[in-house]
């Protein structure tokens, strides 16, 4: 086989390329790995290896694995968020229900009343009802019951007419309590009787029923030292307020 110069530089000049083409592979692939910010892959179907770098690269950074103690403290944060504890139904004896059922009952028929005298008097309709309420027991006691008299209204006549008064024992002592021939009659009583000189200054107090309690305690309207809570718990419970 003969082969001519010319032939001899070509074969010369192809594997002086390839050498070249090599050389410059190994520079560009070992500029790749340098860089961990460029993804790469390797197509094994091709045959070759070839590295191609993604037209927009991301950088992929490892985190490690939080530590136990550290998922411990952030679960120290659900105990500083206050948490509502359940519900609780408070379940009622019957001599509570019955109680109630008289109490709303009293309310029912006497808080049109308590309103109007409210409006006439100034005194607030729920201080005027939870009185009533608790003077009488909503309702039940002997001297509502059968004499008409809602609020404990006494009688200072030292002529006290046939009719006029009932005598009962109260702290060891007798007095009379005044007599009236109608409900109406005794809440207009009591209206008349908080305007006296001796409760005049509530008035002054608006309808503030905290304040009127206390005011009436502290001018002996009753002798009980719990007499103005009572008061406020019974318009507070039955919501006695909202007729003021």
């Known amino acids: ?28 692939l070992a500029v790749v790995l340098s860089r961990k910010d460029i993804s790469f892959t390797f197509n094994f179907n091709a045959g070759d290896e070839t590295a191609t770098t993604s037209s927009a690269p991301i ?16 679960n120290m944060f659900a105990d500083i968020i206050p948490r509502r504890a359940p519900a609780t139904v408070r379940h009622r004896t019957p001599e509570e229900l019955a109680k109630l ?18 409006k006439k008097y100034g005194v607030p309709a729920s201080i005027t009802l939870a009185q009533g309420l608790i003077e009488t027991n909503a309702g039940s006691s002997t001297l509502a019951m059968k004499h008409n008299n809602h609020f404990g209204i006494k009688c200072f006549s030292k002529k006290c007419g046939k009719g006029h008064c009932i005598n009962f024992s109260d702290n060891t002592h007798k007095d009379f309590f005044v007599r009236y021939e109608t409900a109406w009659t005794s809440y207009r009583a009591h209206s008349e009787f908080l305007t006296g000189k001796r409760y005049r200054h509530l008035h002054d107090l608006g309808r503030d029923y905290k304040a009127w309690a ?16 009572k008061l406020i718990k019974v318009i507070e419970d039955l919501e006695l307020y909202k007729y003021d």
């Open 101 to 118: 059922k008289r109490q709303r009952t009293y309310v029912d028929r006497f808080a049109a009343v308590a309103v109007s005298e409210m």
């Open 214 to 229: 206390r005011g009436l305690k502290e001018a002996g309207y009753a002798t009980d030292p719990r007499y103005a809570d």
């Open 59 to 74: 950088a992929v950074k490892k985190t490690a694995p939080l530590p136990a103690s550290t998922h411990q403290e952030m």
């Open 1 to 28: 086989m003969r082969i001519t110069l010319t032939d001899a530089l070509d074969r010369m000049k192809q594997y002086v390329n390839l050498i070249w083409f090599k050389v410059a592979f190994l520079v560009i």
